[in-house]
């Protein structure tokens, strides 16, 4: 036999699932649009500067050494 609850806790609220994804922020307003994702990205990578700068910097040297080694090979 089994009794459904009606416990709040176990019903799915959408406002407690938007709260739940930090990186996104999902407007709950009838009339505003959802961001997109590359405002989202732009944003997100606001909050982590320096984790963006340093993959920045880290793919920069990454691609001038596959460059450099490229020329030496072929040269």
């Given at each position: 036999m089994t009794t459904e609850t009606t416990d709040p806790e176990n019903q799915e609220n959408p406002e407690v699932a938007a709260e739940?994804?930090?990186d996104t922020e999902v407007s709950t307003e009838p009339g505003k649009r959802p961001d997109s994702y590359v405002k989202l990205a732009m944003r997100n990578m606001v909050k982590k500067r320096g984790k963006s700068l340093q993959h920045f910097f880290l793919s920069t040297v990454g691609l001038l050494i596959l460059f450099v080694g490229l020329?030496?090979?072929?040269?």
């Amino acid at each position: 036999m089994t009794t459904e609850t009606t416990d709040p806790e176990n019903q799915e609220n959408p406002e407690v699932a938007a709260e739940s994804t930090p990186d996104t922020e999902v407007s709950t307003e009838p009339g505003k649009r959802p961001d997109s994702y590359v405002k989202l990205a732009m944003r997100n990578m606001v909050k982590k500067r320096g984790k963006s700068l340093q993959h920045f910097f880290l793919s920069t040297v990454g691609l001038l050494i596959l460059f450099v080694g490229l020329a030496y090979l072929t040269r």
